[in-house]
C-alpha cells in the first residue's frame, strides 16, 4: 500500500478514538484527510466521509448503549429530525464547486474549534431541564450540515444534547454517536448515485476508524476530557487555517 494511504488510515484511527471519547469533532477532520492525504475527490470524499463516520458512530454508540450511557428518547428526537436535513443538504453539495465547498469547510473548521476551546471549563453542577420541542429544532439543522458538507455533526450534538435534552455529559456522547451514525445514513443516501466512491478504501478507513473508536470508548475513563479538547481544537484550527490558505489562494 502507498505510504500516503498508510497515513490517511492512520488519521482514520485517530478520528475514530475522537469519536468515540469526545462523541464528536474527529469527522470534521474526515474530509481534509480524504482530499489531500488520501488523493480523492471533493465530491466523493463528502459520501465517503458519511460512509466512515456513520459506520464508526454506530459501533461506539453500541458499546455506550451497552453501559447503559444513551438516551434512546433523545436520540430518537434528534435524529429524527435530522434525518430529514441530511438528504436536503446532500442535493445541495453537488450543485457547489469544490474549491467553495473546501473554504466553507475551513470556515467551518476555523468556528468549531474556537467552540470547541471556549467550551473547556469546569463542569457544570446542575443538569439544565429539557427544551423538547428545540431538539427536533437543532437536529433539522445539524442533518442539513451533516449532509452538505459530510460531517457528523457530533460537535454541535454534544452540546445541544446537554442544554436542550437536559443530558449530562456521558449520556450526552453516547447518545450523541447514535445520532451521528442515523444522520450520516441518510446523508449518504442522498449522495448515491452522484459519484464513484472507492469500495475498498471506503472499507478500509471505515474499519481503521470503528478501531478508533473502540479505543476512545474504553480511554474515556483514563484521559481528562476537557485537556484532549483543547488540544483537539488547536488541532482543527490549524488544519482549518491550512484549507483556507490553500483555497482562498490557490497557487
Do not use: C, W
Not at 454506530?58 to 433523545?74: K, T
Not at 474549491?99 to 474556537?114: D, E, H, I, K, Q
Not at 474504553?218 to 487555517?241: K, S
Amino acid at each position: 500500500m502507498a505510504p500516503h494511504l498508510l497515513l490517511a488510515l492512520a488519521l482514520s484511527t485517530l478520528i475514530g478514538v475522537s469519536l468515540g471519547l469526545l462523541g464528536g469533532g474527529g469527522s470534521i477532520l474526515a474530509v481534509p484527510v480524504l482530499v489531500y492525504v488520501a488523493r480523492v475527490d471533493v465530491h466523493a470524499a463528502i459520501g465517503m466521509s458519511l460512509a466512515v463516520v456513520g459506520a464508526t458512530a454506530l459501533v461506539g454508540g453500541l458499546v455506550h448503549a451497552r453501559a447503559g450511557r444513551v438516551d434512546l428518547r433523545a436520540a430518537a428526537l434528534f435524529a429524527g429530525a435530522g434525518m430529514l436535513g441530511a438528504p436536503v443538504g446532500a442535493q445541495a453539495t453537488h450543485a457547489v464547486a469544490p474549491r467553495v465547498l473546501l473554504l466553507l469547510f475551513a470556515t467551518l473548521m476555523l468556528a468549531v474549534g474556537s467552540l470547541m476551546l471556549r467550551r473547556v471549563g469546569p463542569a457544570r453542577t446542575a443538569t439544565p431541564p429539557p427544551h423538547t420541542a428545540a431538539v427536533p429544532a437543532a437536529g433539522f439543522v445539524v442533518g442539513l450540515l451533516t449532509g452538505f458538507l459530510g460531517v457528523g455533526g457530533g460537535f454541535l450534538i454534544v452540546p445541544a444534547l446537554t442544554l436542550l435534552a437536559g443530558l449530562p455529559i456521558h449520556s450526552a456522547v453516547g447518545t450523541s454517536l447514535l445520532v451521528v451514525a442515523a444522520n450520516s445514513a441518510a446523508g449518504l443516501a442522498g449522495h448515491l448515485g452522484r459519484g464513484e466512491a472507492p469500495l475498498g478504501l471506503t472499507a478500509a478507513f471505515t474499519g481503521a476508524a470503528a478501531v478508533g473508536a473502540l479505543g476512545g470508548v474504553r480511554l474515556g475513563g483514563t484521559l481528562d476530557p476537557a485537556r484532549l479538547r483543547r488540544a483537539f481544537a488547536a488541532f482543527v484550527i490549524l488544519v482549518g487555517l491550512f484549507l483556507l490558505a490553500k483555497n482562498a489562494f490557490p497557487g
